[in-house]
């Protein structure tokens, strides 16, 4: 099977930002510190620990690799280790990237890169913003 035929089998249910992830009895995930964007008082900033959960669904083996590009995406502000993971037919897989001592140098949309076997699969936004630049964030990201 190609490459292309094997990622077709392949589809991203959903990701996460988050503190950390545990693994809990009954082999359970439990994230702590969901988040959508870094709000801060002043920039820059770095987090001590940072996770990104991708969840999968499809089947087959694959090599995984997550990016933060800076908002011109010129530079990378942090890459993680190639992962492989397994998806059995039709099954479901978590893949979890940690990251440590990650700083932020300014505010802006940065760009949340998923890469599988080495190709770009999926990019989102992650926005940093201080007090003083409150307009990065839409209202219909605020928690009411």
């Given at each position: 099977?190609?490459?292309?035929e094997?990622t077709?089998?392949?589809?991203l249910?959903?990701?996460?930002?988050?503190?950390?992830?545990?693994?809990?009895?009954?082999?359970?995930?439990?994230?702590?510190?969901?988040?959508?964007?870094?709000?801060?008082?002043?920039?820059?900033?770095?987090?001590?620990?940072?996770a990104?959960?991708?969840?999968?669904?499809?089947?087959?083996?694959?090599?995984?690799?997550?990016r933060?590009?800076?908002?011109?995406?010129?530079?990378?502000?942090v890459?993680?280790?190639?992962?492989?993971?397994?998806?059995?037919?039709?099954g479901?897989?978590?893949?979890?990237?940690?990251?440590?001592?990650?700083?932020?140098?300014t505010?802006?949309?940065?760009v949340?890169q998923?890469?599988?076997?080495?190709?770009?699969?999926?990019?989102q936004?992650?926005?940093?913003?201080?007090?003083?630049?409150?307009?990065?964030?839409?209202?219909s990201?605020?928690?009411?």
């Amino acid at each position: 099977m190609s490459d292309a035929e094997s990622t077709k089998k392949l589809q991203l249910l959903y990701t996460l930002f988050c503190d950390d992830v545990r693994l809990e009895a009954g082999n359970k995930l439990s994230f702590m510190g969901v988040f959508q964007n870094i709000m801060v008082q002043q920039l820059p900033v770095s987090l001590i620990k940072f996770a990104i959960v991708n969840h999968w669904q499809g089947q087959g083996s694959y090599l995984s690799e997550v990016r933060i590009l800076t908002p011109d995406r010129q530079q990378p502000v942090v890459v993680s280790q190639p992962t492989r993971f397994e998806i059995a037919s039709g099954g479901f897989a978590d893949n979890i990237s940690f990251f440590v001592n990650v700083t932020f140098p300014t505010a802006g949309r940065y760009v949340v890169q998923t890469l599988i076997d080495s190709s770009l699969y999926e990019e989102q936004l992650l926005t940093v913003s201080d007090a003083t630049e409150p307009e990065l964030l839409g209202a219909s990201e605020a928690v009411n």
